[in-house]
């Protein structure tokens, strides 16, 4: 579908991308070079897994190719659907949750999945915790910098996770085939105190100044929160208006303006800065 043109889009109604495999969508990266799409999944008990499905062999990504290929014979199947397994000095990471320092590096392997529609069981219980790396709250997610921005909104072990942490924002490398740790909020100790803690970060874009955006969906004040690109975050802005989040934060193509939403009453925010990169 064409975001920017009501006429390219007359006769083609939507198409369910059943490739993608039916569990809880939250965001999706698209690698430019290769068409390869990384998707997050909100899901708990068991927690949810970080997937990555890669596109048939000729496959030409580009307007409507998408929708073609879901159309196309063998199209609710085509490609590989597959779940992210981390491991560290070769043993396995069970849940994103235990890293607890900035700079923690996970070697990747991505493990197929059975039954992508999910017939009879789920596609996140298709894996025993022994095989896949979970995590709790997978959200929003940025391609940038080569690679896949992604991020935890918060885990607790009483959700099944192995540490506690109120986000994370993580870095996959396609090349290296790593993740990477960036940042990390500790439990925030008074979410209505207004006092450099965070939590709950949700949706997240890269800035084209260095670093990346959060937009906070935790609890009491609101924020958008700048992390820079050593991983050390700042308030960027906070919602004066009321207690709703901020949303789909995104610069404009020139730089120029950063787009945000404070989601109810439906607000879009434009804010022009100035914008610069940090000092060294």
Partial sequence: MDPASQDANRGKSPVPLKFLGRYAHEAVAVDPASSTIYLTEDASGPNGLYYRWTPPQGFQGGPNALRELAQSPGGDTAGALQAMACFQGGAHVPDLSQATEPGTVYAVQWVGVPDRDATSTPVREQFGNDVVTR???????????????????????????????????WFYDPAKQTVTLKTLFGVNPDPAVDTGNYDGPDNITVSPYGGVILAEDGEGISHLVGVTAEGEPFVMARNELNDSEFCGPAFSADGKILFANIQSPGLTLAITGPWHRPLP
């Fill in 135 to 169: 995590s709790r709250k997978l959200e929003g997610q940025w391609w940038g910098d080569g690679g896949a921005y992604f991020v935890a909104s918060y885990a607790r072990t009483s959700d099944g996770s192995v540490a506690e942490h109120d986000g994370q924002v």
